[in-house]
């Protein structure tokens, strides 16, 4: 085994000093190369066509669908119980708990209104999609429907 790293090296000290490698190993590395670059080429047509041409209407969904997966719902009269329970047993001020759940409240409200207008944004982007993919069918069916009111006359 020692014999076989020797020789190993010395090939390797006489190829950095002539300038040259083995054939089979220049054969190996473009292979394995090529294997790589074919690999991130199909995979990342997998994903094109899994996605099914995704487009900025796909992210919007799925950047809302993360917004609620983050969020939680809680009612203030939840909270309310929460806080009254921390003030008697002398955890908080209640003050201090009056404060906090304004707050959480304030931050609650900016965070649905944000949440709100996001998916409005979203469904904006679905009717303006969907009207341009119907408005030739509505156009056709105009047509054909002018032809049958001609026919009858």
């Given amino acids: 085994m020692a014999a076989k790293k020797q020789t190993s ?3 390797a000290k006489r190829s950095k000093a002539t300038g040259t490698r083995k054939t089979g190993a220049k054969k190996t590395a473009a292979k394995k190369a090529t294997r790589k670059t074919g690999a991130k080429k199909a995979k990342g047509a997998r994903k094109a ?11 919007s969904v799925e950047q809302f669908r993360r917004s609620l997966e983050r969020s939680v719902t809680l009612s203030r009269d939840r909270l309310q119980d929460v806080v009254d329970d921390a003030v008697k047993r002398g955890r908080m001020t209640r003050g201090d708990a009056e404060k906090m759940l304004s707050e959480m409240v304030k931050k609650g409200r900016r965070q649905t209104d944000s949440m709100l207008k996001e998916l409005e944004k979203v469904v904006k982007q679905v009717r ?14 105009t047509q054909a429907a002018r032809r049958a009111r001609k026919k009858l006359r």
């Fill in 9 to 11: 090296k010395k090939a």
């Fill in 49 to 59: 066509s899994s996605r099914g041409g995704s487009n900025g209407l796909d992210a």
């Fill in 128 to 141: 303006k999609e969907v009207g341009g993919r119907a408005q030739p069918v509505r156009k056709q069916a």
